[in-house]
């Protein structure tokens, strides 16, 4: 990517999340990224988030995220909007085992690339169908 404007990084990299471009979003991050998930829990680095992202996305194989707002103080971005995926199953996508939440991510760009990805929100409906499919 040619641009360091952060506005422009993050909506990149939610645009690869979008294409589930593992490559792409790799790419797009520091080499010690930061992933901070909605209870916390704190991964560091691009190469460690790449197995991540390839098994949400397996675990999720329509995942999307929306955006309505956007906020930026200097290298910070905030996003607010909507998360949304279906939880495969044996190869299908139930509709039962589809979710959508509210939430909001935080992207800090240093020198073009994401250093942190926040991301805010409740992802127990989605637990939910995990457990009651996994017993």
């Known amino acids: 990517m040619k641009t360091t404007e952060p506005v422009q990084v993050v909506l990149e990299f939610v645009n690869r999340i979008n294409r589930h471009d593992v490559d792409g979003i790799c790419a797009l991050m520091a080499p010690d990224h ?44 905030l996003l607010t909007g909507t998360a949304s995926g279906t939880y495969a199953s044996g190869g299908k996508l139930p509709k039962e085992n589809h979710w959508q939440i ?34």
């Open 34 to 77: 930061l992933f901070v998930d909605g209870l916390g829990n704190k991964i560091t680095g691009a190469q460690t988030m790449r197995k991540g992202w390839d098994t949400y996305f397996t675990w999720f194989p329509d995942y999307a995220v929306s955006h309505d707002t956007i906020l930026r103080d200097q290298d910070v971005v």
């Open 102 to 135: 509210p939430a909001a991510w935080k992207g800090v760009v240093r020198d073009g690339r994401i250093a942190e990805w926040h991301v805010y929100a409740d992802n127990q409906p989605a637990r939910k169908i995990m457990r009651w499919e996994n017993p």
